[in-house]
Structures are given as structure tokens and as C-alpha cells.
């Protein structure tokens, strides 16, 4: 049986998204494992959307809190606010009690992936307050470390990301996911579901 990695995201402008389509890619490179995508609801108002210029969401569906329990692993996808996820995401998790008290998600694997409008945004303070997301479901924070190598050290050019794991700068949403952000977004999605496949004791 295929071991499954969903990449559950939210994303208003489309940074979030290109980099869980990486995710995915990655993911999927790894032999026995089925990677897909999903949004989770916005909570936003048309109205209010259209104000701030976003674009029209991607026909990739929409994931309900039960459908998480069908994952053998996962990679989670913001934006930051102040220095925290959205709180799209925060409401799609807070409506996770259900799993919470049949302990449904423990002991299963799950990264973080985000996007920020700057530098000193939430590259790492993002990820850090949503630990406590996994903390009380008992999943495994699974951290991308060093493990991406040299690219974990550029200095020559800007890059998101951190040991925490992969990132992109949006600044005032003219910018996109570098080729480098999206070659550690891949690194993520790999990395990620080999370590699912050998929790889950597949082949």
C-alpha cells in the first residue's frame, strides 16, 4: 500500500502554492508514495478578497479536517501574519478537535513550509508557533535541518527558508519562489516522505 503525504496549504497571492507544488514533486520522486494537494477553506469574503487584489483560487480541492486521518504524513503550507500562520489555516486547525480526541493524527510525521513579506517577516518564527499545532495532536515535527547542504548557506542571493523548513520572500507580492527556494521546497517533499515511508515500515 502507498504510503500518502498530503501538502495541505493556504495561499492568497500563489507563493504558498508554487512551493507546495515542489513539495509535491518532491514527494512523489520517492518510489511507494502518493504526494497531493490541498486547500484549506478560505475564510475571507469575494468582497474583501477582491480589495486585496487576489487572484482567483486554483482548482486544487478543498481538504475537510476528517480527510487529514486518510495521511500517513504531512507538510503544512502558510503565510505569515505578524510573525504566525494565517488564520485561514488556524481555523482549518482549530476545527480539528474531532481528530484531536480519537488521537488520529499522533504519531504521524509533518514539515512547514511558509512564505513572508521580508526578511525579519517570520522565516523562523512562523514555523516555531505553529509547532504547537503537532504538539497537541502528537504528530512528529520533522524539520528540514542542514539537510539540503550548501544551499542552507547562500549568502550571494536572497533565500527563504531555514532549518525549520522551506520559504520564500513574497516582499509586495511582485516577487516569486527563486529557483533556488523551489529546489528546496523539492528537498522538503523528499526528505519528508522517505522518512514517513520508513516510520510507516513500508518497503
Do not use: C
Amino acid at each position: 500500500m502507498a504510503t500518502k503525504i498530503y501538502i495541505v496549504y493556504y495561499s492568497m497571492y500563489g507563493h504558498v502554492e508554487k512551493l507546495a507544488e515542489e513539495i509535491k514533486k518532491g514527494a512523489a520522486s520517492v518510489e511507494g508514495v502518493e504526494a497531493k494537494l490541498w486547500q484549506v477553506p478560505e475564510t475571507l469574503s469575494e468582497e474583501v478578497l477582491a480589495k486585496m487584489s487576489a487572484p482567483p483560487k486554483s482548482d486544487v480541492p478543498i481538504i475537510t479536517p476528517q480527510e487529514l486521518a486518510e495521511a500517513d504524513g504531512f507538510v503544512f503550507g502558510f503565510p505569515t501574519r505578524f510573525g504566525m500562520m494565517s488564520a485561514q489555516f488556524k481555523a482549518f486547525l482549530d476545527a480539528t478537535g474531532g481528530l484531536w480526541r480519537t488521537q488520529q493524527l499522533a504519531g504521524k510525521p509533518a514539515g512547514i513550509f511558509y512564505s513572508t513579506g521580508s526578511q525579519g517577516g517570520g522565516q523562523e518564527t512562523t514555523p516555531l508557533t505553529a509547532i504547537t499545532q503537532l504538539v497537541h495532536h502528537g504528530m512528529i515535527f520533522v524539520p528540514i535541518g542542514y539537510t539540503f547542504g550548501a544551499g542552507m548557506f547562500e549568502m550571494e542571493n536572497i533565500k527563504g527558508g531555514s532549518p525549520y523548513g522551506a520559504g520564500t520572500f513574497a516582499g509586495d507580492g511582485s516577487r516569486q519562489p527563486s529557483e533556488l527556494e523551489l529546489q528546496q521546497a523539492h528537498h522538503q517533499g523528499k526528505y519528508i516522505a522517505a522518512i514517513t515511508k520508513k516510520l510507516k515500515g513500508a518497503p
